[in-house]
């Protein structure tokens, strides 16, 4: 008798998503859901970031792919869908806390630059501005204080700056395989 097959890892199913939901539209900009996701991973990498940093900007993202609110319906409606939250639940399955928590709290970032730094807006793109009028806009002097002394904040501000960057038509980047070994060095479930 033969065990049964447990299905694809996390690993798999991550590349799926790259593959298949990753290629439609980023949410009014010009590249892809996917080819965003592995520029910002790109870019820690170049940034020289630990492998969990590298992990979390790749994965920023996946939220836009779960949920009863999906990213077009953030841009169409107005509706938030809260995707870092649900994404770093997603990941919670198989990543610790040192990948899922910048996930989870890389919209409060760009919340938080906007009041922190006050150059920050105006590196947002057209599509940023309007998710961060939807995700509730800059942030308060207060809640600016309480954001800085959350576990992971100093990270999450790290995957915000690469996610933001991240929106080049152009741009070159590894594979999403290029990233396996990393991602399956992270996993703390499988």
Do not use: I
Request: hydrophobic content about 45%; proline content about 7%; overall charge negative.
């Amino acid at each position: 008798m033969t065990a049964p097959d447990p299905g694809p890892g996390p690993v798999d199913l991550l590349a799926a998503l790259f593959e298949g939901e990753g290629g439609s539209e980023y949410l009014g900009e010009a590249v892809t859901q996917a080819g965003h996701m592995l520029q910002a991973a790109a870019l820690a990498g170049a940034a020289g970031a630990p492998a969990h940093l590298v992990a979390a900007a790749l994965l920023h993202d996946v939220g836009h792919f779960h949920g009863t609110v999906t990213g077009r319906d953030l841009m169409e409606g107005g509706l938030d869908n809260r995707h870092s939250h649900t994404g770093a639940e997603w990941l919670a399955q198989w990543f610790g806390p040192e990948v899922t928590e910048p996930v989870r709290l890389h919209v409060a970032a760009k919340r938080y630059l906007c009041t922190a730094e006050p150059g920050y807006f105006g590196l947002l793109s057209e599509a940023s501005v309007h998710t961060l009028r939807v995700q509730g806009g800059p942030m308060t002097e207060a809640q600016a204080r309480a954001f800085e002394a959350l576990p992971g904040a100093a990270e999450a501000v790290a995957v915000r700056r690469w996610d933001e960057r991240a929106k080049d038509p152009d741009a070159r980047v590894p594979h999403f395989d290029s990233y396996r070994p990393l991602l399956e060095g992270l996993l703390v479930r499988a």
